[in-house]
């Protein structure tokens, strides 16, 4: 397996719950296929660098773990049918 990062940005006018809810939805998909998460970081609501679908805030979750490649591209394809989530970044550490 091989260690990730994910940095990931959450609309920051959700609820705490519903940004928990996303938190906990991509922590159990690598947990329930084989992953393991090393750390969540929530670095908490930031400017962003350039407005984002109208959007000048985001709260930002930096999430490192290890996973197969196949594994990544599962969590690439769900990071895309969010809602709530803004952008995402997968790096291999």
């Given at each position: 397996?091989?260690?990730?990062?994910?940095?990931?940005?959450?609309?920051?006018?959700?609820?705490?719950?519903?940004?928990?809810?996303?938190?906990?939805?991509?922590e159990s998909l690598v947990a329930d296929?084989?992953?393991?998460?090393?750390?969540?970081?929530?670095?908490?609501?930031?400017?962003?660098?350039?407005?984002?679908?109208?959007?000048?805030?985001?709260?930002?979750?930096?999430?490192?773990?290890?996973?197969?490649?196949?594994?990544?591209?599962?969590?690439?394809?769900?990071?895309?049918?969010?809602?709530?989530?803004?952008?995402?970044?997968?790096?291999?550490?």
């Amino acid at each position: 397996m091989t260690k990730y990062e994910m940095l990931y940005i959450l609309d920051a006018s959700l609820a705490d719950e519903a940004k928990e809810s996303i938190i906990k939805k991509f922590e159990s998909l690598v947990a329930d296929n084989g992953g393991v998460v090393e750390n969540v970081d929530r670095w908490g609501v930031k400017k962003l660098q350039y407005p984002i679908n109208y959007k000048t805030e985001g709260y930002y979750v930096l999430m490192t773990f290890e996973a197969a490649k196949t594994l990544v591209e599962e969590i690439k394809r769900i990071a895309g049918i969010t809602d709530g989530l803004i952008r995402r970044l997968i790096t291999k550490r």
